[in-house]
């Protein structure tokens, strides 16, 4: 059992909100758990979940050892790009999440990983072999994967200085104005509904760097390739919101009455460059959009054929 311990910096109108705020590595999951295990105590007394906490209140709370429990291999498909002795690039299908959480360490990239790849990195431990970075579950395309601690450990460094440029296609809706332009927010939890991410003040919230430029316009519709500088959570996602141009498709920060019946958000990783761990060399990696998307696409009368990854 290990302590931890908080003075708190503000007020909060919920106790879970403030862990939610300050217990990094906790999903909103598994602090319920912690309340509902009378595992905090607040100003010396066992508190509940929905209390109150006001600024300078002490919050304790006694966490559970963790059990580490090791992802094991499945035979789930997988389109490798391209691999070699210190990384591999993955081309994501659509709804496949990237590695284990919330209780759940089935059925997720990192399985398929162990089963198709012969060595992974250890940095990110027995659920995130490999894992440099991530996209999310209903997002496709392009991402790393490190097969040592020496490549993942330079991958890692690439994407922390800016040198591994990752960029996508989305098919926002509505048709964006300008052609090109830098969207530079700060991303946080939304204060609102916390399993969301926004647009935050400072405080709130870490930097996020966002490039984008219009591709083609069609039908009330803009195909958009963002190019990011920071990888926070929904980083494109929640930009496009903050336009005023959700992806389409997208069921958490999107309209809600979509025109197309889909899986998820139209939104693909399909470029990646990078630096070669080993042998210094410039890399470049494409993938075309997947056929549903390209299908959309092809409703709206876009040029397929003109686009370029």
């Known amino acids: 059992m290990r302590t931890f311990e908080l003075i708190s910096p503000q007020s909060y109108?919920?106790?879970?909100?403030?862990?939610?705020?300050?217990?990094?590595?906790y999903t909103r999951s598994a602090i319920k758990k912690l309340f509902d295990g009378g595992l905090?105590?607040?100003?010396?007394?066992r508190a509940k979940a929905s209390q109150?906490?006001?600024?300078?209140?002490?919050?304790?709370?006694?966490?559970p050892d963790p059990v580490?429990?090791?992802?094991?291999?499945?035979?789930?498909?997988l389109d490798i790009v391209y691999e070699d002795d210190d990384f591999a690039v993955i081309n994501k299908q659509q709804g496949l999440t990237?590695?284990?959480?919330?209780?759940?360490?089935?059925?997720?990239?990192?399985n398929a990983l162990l089963f198709h790849l012969k060595n992974l990195s250890g940095v990110g431990g027995a659920?995130?072999?490999?894992?440099?970075?991530?996209i999310d579950k209903n997002t496709s395309g392009l991402l790393v994967v490190a097969k040592n601690d020496a490549a993942h450990v330079s991958l890692a460094k690439q994407i922390e200085n800016k040198t591994c440029s990752r960029q996508y296609l989305a098919l926002l809706e509505g048709t964006v104005k300008d052609d090109s332009g830098n969207i530079t927010t700060y991303i946080g939890r939304s204060p609102t509904?916390?399993?969301?991410?926004?647009?935050?003040?400072?405080?709130?919230?870490?930097?996020?760097?966002?490039?984008?430029?219009?591709?083609?316009?069609?039908?009330?519709?803009?195909?958009?390739?963002?190019?990011?500088?920071?990888?926070?959570?929904?980083?494109?996602?929640?930009?496009?919101?903050?336009m005023g141009h959700p992806v389409v498709g997208d069921d958490v920060y999107g309209i809600k009455k979509q025109k197309f019946s889909l899986n998820g958000q139209l939104l693909h990783a399909c470029?990646?460059?990078?630096?070669?761990?080993?042998?210094?060399?410039?890399?470049?990696?494409?993938?075309?959009?997947?056929?549903?998307?390209?299908?959309?696409?092809k409703k709206l009368s876009f040029d397929i054929c003109s686009i370029v990854y």
Do not use: W
Not at 215 to 233: A, D, K, P, V
């Open 40 to 45: 905090v105590n607040i100003n010396g007394k």
């Open 98 to 110: 990237v590695h284990a959480g919330n209780g759940n360490i089935d059925g997720t990239l990192v």
């Open 193 to 242: 509904d916390r399993v969301k991410m926004a647009v935050v003040s400072p405080d709130k919230g870490k930097i996020a760097i966002t490039d984008y430029r219009v591709e083609q316009r069609s039908g009330g519709y803009t195909l958009c390739r963002f190019i990011l500088h920071t990888g926070r959570t929904h980083q494109i996602r929640v930009h496009a919101r903050y």
């Open 68 to 77: 580490e429990i090791a992802a094991r291999p499945e035979d789930i498909p």
């Open 13 to 25: 109108s919920r106790a879970d909100v403030c862990l939610c705020e300050n217990l990094q590595g």
């Open 52 to 63: 109150g906490v006001s600024e300078g209140d002490s919050v304790i709370c006694n966490l």
């Open 127 to 134: 659920l995130r072999p490999g894992i440099v970075h991530r």
């Open 271 to 297: 470029r990646l460059e990078l630096t070669h761990p080993s042998t210094g060399e410039r890399m470049t990696f494409t993938a075309p959009l997947p056929e549903y998307f390209k299908d959309v696409l």
